[in-house]
T-cell receptor, first 116, second 110 residues
Framework: GAVVSQHPSWVICKSGTSVKIECRSL??????MFWYRQFPKQSLMLMAT?????????EQGVEKDKFLINHASLTLSTLTVTSAHPEDSSFYIC????????????FGDGTRLSIL | QKEVEQNSGPLSVPEGAIASLNCTYS??????FFWYRQYSGKSPELIMS????GDKEDGRFTAQLNKASQYVSLLIRDSQPSDSATYLC??????????FGTGTRLLVSP
């Protein structure tokens, strides 16, 4: 149980394009979904928290106009990296949680984004 | 002071030995603690969660929590080469935010 699917797993695109990443909870309803970014040899850095049907809460220093998050249903959240640049290249990972905040988060397989 | 601190390692142990991974945290209001395993290039996988002081065992894994010392650890018995990975300690702080440590890299040699 507690399977989170993330798609695509790998994206290579030109600078200036926008990239959409999908995160789905397959066998549970995710009341809250999270988006993280991880640079090589560093830990996960939370970008934003989203609850179904409401606006995402962004962490300090994360541009909400650049990283658009939509959490339209209890099983789907999307992250769109708008006008991506090489410095946006990273490993983006979503996670989902069912229920209260003391419950664990379950992670998707991540999306490796490379901007040329 | 970092909110969650781990020794980056690598921690090297021979196959069959006990690997001991440690984590300290700064927020005394923290109530939930998790250990995740992350293989290179992959996303984290939940191994254990622990909420109260003492030990919690699950197969070869034992999580230990000492809230007075603000310390949580993970023991892996009978370590296998397949256990070689980075182990992330995550703490739910009093602000209900899950904070990850930088991880400890474990190497189990055959």
């Amino acid at each position: 149980g507690a399977v989170v699917s993330q798609h695509p797993s790998w994206v290579i695109c030109k600078s200036g394009t926008s990239v959409k990443i999908e995160c789905r909870s397959l066998d549970f309803q995710a009341t809250t979904m999270f988006w993280y970014r991880q640079f090589p040899k560093q830990s996960l850095m939370l970008m934003a928290t989203s609850n179904e049907g409401s606006k995402a809460t962004y962490e300090q220093g994360v541009e909400k106009d650049k990283f658009l998050i939509n959490h339209a249903s209890l099983t789907l959240s999307t992250l769109t990296v708008t006008s991506a640049h090489p410095e946006d290249s990273s490993f983006y990972i979503c996670s989902a949680r069912q229920g209260p905040s003391n419950q664990p988060q379950h992670f998707g397989d991540g999306t490796r984004l490379s901007i040329l | 002071q970092k909110e969650v601190e781990q020794n980056s390692g690598p921690l090297s142990v021979p196959e069959g030995a006990i690997a001991s991974l440690n984590c300290t945290y700064s927020d005394r209001g923290s109530q939930s603690f998790f250990w995740y395993r992350q293989y290179s290039g992959k996303s984290p996988e939940l191994i254990m969660s622990i909420y109260s002081n003492g030990d919690k065992e699950d197969g070869r894994f034992t999580a230990q929590l000492n809230k007075a010392s603000q310390y949580v650890s993970l023991l892996i018995r009978d370590s296998q080469p397949s256990d070689s990975a980075t182990y992330l300690c995550a703490v739910r702080t009093g602000f209900q935010k899950l904070v990850f440590g930088t991880g400890t890299r474990l190497l189990v040699s055959p």
